[in-house]
């Protein structure tokens, strides 16, 4: 069954065109990763999503209703991000006993591990926390909510390293006990690509890749040698990346290469390699194919 439903959905603010006929399906039970650049739609793709905005137009459907002032969707969705506004009077174990009415599926038991493990005391108030605190405190009231849809929306920002590294395993190991459909954006693949079960990539208003990352992980192949004998067997729109490592040896990542394409790069001593799912998402969305190389070319 599909938990959320996106079609030709577009966001606009004022002449800023943010998303452009956007159709996505998510399904139940599943751990989706939304990946793009700075300003690429992420957040309000996910407060469209948690009906906190309206779409300009398009239809959004999510547990098969409009989201936008929808009991049924609030009380079965937690958006997480690191920037929710609690009441300045609110003292954490206040908001746990808040999350605690609020949510069918809250696990107190749960909750208290993590406020434990993380070294909280919940005597204190949520706006005095540190940017990393109030990260990791927000990111337990996701994980301990268990709501049917839980959308975090760049949840690590401040985190240290180890706390990171105990979110996602806390979150994928919740997840396996109690499946639900959970979508993470971030602006980096590499941390979250193990936990992924799909990749949903935007770029320029629109998705570019949806798919498995077991499907991702084979989406380009990486081609290194003589570029003139590349640009023979390649032609230019199916490249994704391109750096040269002299004036003539390149390094290229292309989309899918045919049977008889990779035969014949073989034979032109062309080196075929495969290409990690976080180089290739960083190269997806780039604005050219150069990257920042592009900045110090000669015109
Ligand atoms: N309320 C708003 N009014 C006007 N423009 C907005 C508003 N919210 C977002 N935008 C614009 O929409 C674009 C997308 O912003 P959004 O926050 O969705 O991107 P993002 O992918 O989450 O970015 P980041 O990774 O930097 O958080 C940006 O150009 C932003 O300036």
């Excluded at 547990?63 to 609110?90: Q, Y």
């Excluded at 406020?115 to 301990?144: C, E, P």
């Amino acid at each position: 069954m599909s938990v959320v439903t996106c079609q030709n959905v577009s966001k606009q603010f004022g002449s800023n065109s943010v998303l452009k006929d956007l159709n996505v399906t998510i399904q139940e039970n599943s751990i989706t990763g939304l990946i793009g650049r700075n300003g690429a739609g992420k957040t309000t793709l996910l407060q469209m999503l948690a009906g906190m905005l309206a779409p300009t137009s398009g239809n959004i459907r999510v547990f098969e209703e409009n989201p936008i002032d929808n009991l049924k969707v609030s009380a079965n969705t937690i958006f997480v991000d690191d920037d929710l506004v609690f009441s300045p009077e609110m003292k954490l174990y206040e908001i746990l006993s808040s999350a605690e009415m609020f949510y069918d599926n809250w696990d107190s038991e749960f909750a208290n591990r993590l406020i434990r493990y993380f070294g909280f005391q919940t005597g204190v108030f949520h706006d005095n926390l540190s940017k990393g605190k109030a990260s990791t405190f927000n990111a337990i009231l996701g994980l301990a909510a268990r709501t049917p849809l839980t959308i975090f929306d760049e949840p690590t920002t401040g985190m240290d390293y180890s706390v990171r590294q105990d979110f996602y395993r806390a979150l994928l190991k919740d997840y396996m006990n109690h499946p639900r459909t959970i979508i993470i954006s971030s602006h980096l693949l590499n941390e979250l690509e193990s936990i992924l079960e799909d990749i949903m990539i935007i770029k320029d208003g629109t998705c570019i890749v949806h798919e498995p990352m077991e499907d991702f992980k084979t989406y380009a192949i990486a081609l290194s040698g003589d570029y003139e004998k590349i640009e023979k067997v390649v032609n230019e729109s199916r490249i994704i990346h391109r750096r040269f490592i002299s004036s003539n040896h390149a390094y290229v990542v292309v989309k899918e290469l045919s049977g008889s394409e990779q035969d014949c790069l073989k034979q032109l001593g062309v080196t075929q390699t495969s290409v990690e799912p976080a180089e290739l998402s960083m190269y997806l969305t780039n604005e050219t194919k150069g990257g920042i190389d592009d900045v110090f070319k000669q015109s």
